[in-house]
């Protein structure tokens, strides 16, 4: 059985590198106000949510349908469609294409679906040299680290790190950490893998289903050096992705990049429609648990997600304990409703690692209820027996208390007489956290209750 | 009006002042107030920790209590969104609904119910940085959070504003959470002290020497950090500056 991510001591040690952790808040937060900014240079932004959520709910509960219309107009324009139920056979069905064309190099895109199906290790044991093209996901690599965000990977890392790793990986001056000195290295060493290349793959941030199309948002220019060099391209897609119809594309071209970055628009917006002549285009669906959740009624909402990452940007847990504290593929809010469903017991603290404030749900462009999701995924932890005890029985405890008068008169007026510390079922075990870092409140000379009686009379 | 006045369990144990300012304060605007003696808790930190059979007796405990009441009354933004929308491990009878429907948060009472704007017994010459609580903000929907595009509102500024000498001041991130969250400030004691620290410096920065809060479970936590911190800064619950305390 696996072990339970520990959020909270993850998150100390994040904390306790200051100069990370206040960047960390600071970068994001940016990106939150330029988010801010963005959206409300749009007097339809709601409109624009609400639309896009409807067109999201839409399509998921027509799913089936829209994947075939998908996959009969994709096959008509040339490309090869092939079903992964779960992530081993997504890894397996990349591998024959790979295998097939004799290709051991592959240059990727961003792509959060093979992370999820840990597609690099699979492919790397058997002989395939991936290269990541996207600049914070090469960073990552060469760490060896797994992203910790799903849009900018490498947020975590200050430009002393970056210069550290490619020093370290790539021969670069470890001392120089000038940000154009670093990039233009890093371009260096990969732009000739481009054409070294026997495959590119990428991701899509959209299928659609009229057209048989997938659509790739990138900022770098990479995941389109990548698909229009070697003669084989594939790209791997969740089924959670497809839209309809192309009109109602605009709709989220619009939300994603000023959701994501505060940006417009992200640089290029590339349609993949048929592979070029000579060439092969493989797009291999995947579904790995999405239909599963789809049958979730608390939880399908969560595949209205467009991986923009705005409820990890506005999210105060998150920008203060870093992506890698979560200890999963996704992190953050979206995370911590996804994540329980690859495996409960492993992921069961961290839908805990969250104030329930809702910000993430007010940011959110497909209006996924994210902190309901939250609040009910508690709910089945503690059904599922995956509290641990400590908050188990602390909680059996204070129900009882409060629901007793007399238990709890007893327990605050013995807290109001002076007693030095405050009853647990108030403060909860383990109580002492409270005092770490924070002053513990003093107690009155008397209670509110004591005191209406006292002044007003009424004593039973 | 007849009211129901519901001190949470916090409040009741430390914060007795924010209680008697609250009833003070009712029945100064002509509310004639009853306070039921075997109120306790309305459920929230059970249920929030996903323990819903833990949280049944407090509930079915607050709803025999407030059965009945036209309108119940209280200081806390986080316990009137409880009840009003998560209230749900016990039986829903139409009683049961009547208590989830009739609760209002103070300033919801005093904005919307009575339609009090003027405070002229209340002066309070000083900055004060506003606090307004997660719950209170985006489920209450007091304010217009700052993720929203819709136009401006915020009931519990526009109350304050009516109080003499109170000058507000705009802190850098006005509605990111604090970190208190319930059993969130013990079990992810890290992340809740750093963003409680953050907070109160933004406040400190911004220059209030008062946070005044629709909450004090916030302002429990805020103080905490303020205080270890060292931080010159006070807080009040709002029902406290609106009753005319003097600091």
């Known amino acids: 059985m696996m072990n339970r991510v520990d959020h909270a001591e993850a998150s100390s040690k994040f904390i306790e590198a200051k100069d990370h952790a206040d960047f960390h808040d600071k970068r994001l937060w940016d990106l939150r106000r330029k988010r801010d900014s963005e959206s409300e240079a749009?007097?339809?932004?709601?409109?624009?949510?609400?639309?896009?959520?409807?067109?999201?709910?839409?399509?998921?509960?027509?799913?089936?349908?829209?994947?075939?219309?998908?996959?009969r107009n994709a096959t008509a324009n040339g490309m090869v469609v092939h079903w992964a139920r779960d992530a081993a056979e997504h890894n397996e069905i990349v591998h024959r294409i790979l295998e097939a064309h004799g290709a051991t190099i592959l240059v990727k895109s961003k792509s959060m679906l093979t992370d999820e199906c840990e597609m690099r290790p699979f492919l790397e044991n058997r002989g395939v040299e991936i290269v990541e093209t996207d600049l914070g996901e090469r960073i990552q690599q060469l760490d060896d680290e797994p992203p910790s965000h799903i849009v900018v990977p490498a947020v975590h890392k200050l430009r002393g790190d970056v210069a550290e790793v490619f020093g370290r990986t790539l021969g670069t001056d470890p001392d120089n950490s000038d940000v154009p000195y670093l990039?233009?290295?890093?371009?260096?060493?990969?732009?000739?893998?481009?054409?070294?290349?026997?495959?590119?793959?990428?991701?899509?941030?959209?299928?659609?289903?009229?057209?048989?199309?997938?659509?790739?948002?990138?900022?770098?220019?990479?995941?389109?050096?990548?698909?229009?060099?070697?003669?084989?391209?594939?790209?791997?897609?969740?089924?959670?992705?497809?839209?309809?119809?192309?009109?109602?594309?605009?709709?989220?071209?619009?939300?994603?990049?000023?959701?994501?970055?505060?940006?417009?628009i992200t640089q290029i917006t590339s349609h993949f429609r048929a592979p070029r002549p000579g060439t092969e285009m493989h797009v291999v669906l995947v579904d790995n648990g999405r239909s599963e959740r789809l049958g979730m009624e608390d939880f399908w909402y969560s595949l209205k997600c467009i991986r923009c990452g705005a409820c990890m940007n506005t999210c105060p847990v998150y920008r203060r304990s870093g992506g890698l504290s979560y200890g999963a593929t996704?992190?953050?809010?979206?995370?911590?409703?996804?994540?329980?469903?690859?495996n409960l017991r492993k992921y069961s603290a961290l839908p805990f690692a969250s104030t329930l404030n809702g910000s993430c749900t007010s940011v959110c462009p497909v209006k996924i209820d994210i902190h309901e999701q939250i609040y009910k995924w508690r709910e089945v932890i503690a059904q599922r027996h995956q509290l641990p005890m400590v908050k188990k029985e602390a909680m059996r405890v204070a129900g009882k208390v409060l629901a007793s008068p007399k238990l709890y008169r007893a327990a605050?007026?013995?807290?109001?007489?002076?007693?030095?510390?405050?009853?647990?079922?108030?403060?909860?075990?383990?109580?002492?956290?409270?005092?770490?870092?924070?002053?513990?409140p003093a107690a009155p000379a008397q209670t509110f209750r004591q005191w209406y009686v006292a002044n007003r009379g009424g004593e039973r | 009006m007849k009211v129901a006045l519901f001190i949470p369990c916090y409040v009741d144990a430390f914060f007795p002042e924010v209680g008697i300012a609250t009833l003070h304060l009712l029945e100064r605007l002509g509310c004639e107030v009853d306070y039921p003696l075997d109120q306790t808790c309305c459920g929230q930190p059970m249920a929030n920790s996903g323990c819903?059979?833990?949280?049944?007796?407090?509930?079915?405990?607050?709803?025999?209590?407030?059965?009945?009441?036209?309108?119940?009354?209280?200081?806390?933004?986080?316990?009137?969104h409880h009840v009003r929308d998560r209230m749900t491990?016990?039986?829903?009878?139409?009683?049961?609904?009547?208590?989830?429907?009739?609760?209002?948060?103070?300033?919801?009472?005093?904005?919307?119910?009575?339609?009090?704007?003027?405070?002229p017994w209340a002066s309070f010459p000083h900055k004060v940085g506003l606090h307004i609580g997660c719950s209170t903000l985006r489920a209450l929907r007091e304010a217009k959070a700052s993720e929203i595009r819709e136009p401006a509102f915020n009931k519990p500024a526009r109350l304050l504003s009516a109080v003499k000498g109170l000058e507000l001041v705009q802190p850098e991130r006005p509605d990111e959470c604090c970190g208190f969250g319930g059993t969130f400030s013990v079990f992810e004691e890290p992340v809740s002290a750093k963003m409680g620290r953050d907070k109160v410096e933004d406040h400190h920065r911004a220059g209030a020497q008062y946070i005044v809060s629709t909450d004090m479970s916030c302002v429990m936590h805020q103080q905490g950090c303020a205080r270890r911190a060292g931080l010159p800064l006070r807080f009040l619950h709002i029902a406290q500056v609106l009753n005319g305390v003097s600091a």
């Open chain 1, 42 to 71: 749009l007097p339809e932004w709601e409109t624009l949510r609400a639309l896009a959520s409807q067109i999201k709910e839409h399509t998921l509960t027509h799913l089936g349908d829209y994947l075939e219309e998908f996959e």
């Open chain 1, 183 to 264: 990039a233009e290295s890093q371009r260096r060493h990969t732009r000739p893998t481009y054409l070294r290349a026997h495959a590119a793959m990428t991701g899509a941030n959209f299928a659609i289903a009229e057209t048989g199309t997938f659509v790739v948002c990138t900022n770098e220019g990479n995941a389109d050096l990548g698909a229009n060099l070697p003669p084989l391209h594939i790209a791997s897609i969740g089924i959670e992705k497809l839209l309809p119809r192309i009109e109602h594309l605009g709709v989220f071209v619009r939300m994603l990049s000023r959701s994501a970055l505060g940006s417009p």
């Open chain 1, 330 to 342: 996704y992190s953050g809010p979206i995370g911590v409703i996804i994540d329980p469903t690859f």
């Open chain 1, 412 to 440: 605050v007026e013995a807290a109001a007489a002076g007693l030095e510390h405050l009853p647990r079922f108030l403060v909860y075990n383990p109580f002492n956290a409270w005092g770490r870092q924070r002053e513990v």
């Open chain 2, 52 to 80: 819903h059979d833990d949280a049944r007796g407090a509930e079915a405990l607050f709803a025999q209590n407030f059965a009945g009441y036209d309108r119940i009354v209280t200081p806390s933004g986080s316990c009137t």
């Open chain 2, 89 to 119: 491990s016990i039986e829903q009878t139409p009683e049961v609904q009547a208590v989830r429907r009739n609760v209002r948060e103070l300033v919801e009472f005093l904005h919307d119910d009575l339609g009090v704007l003027h405070y």
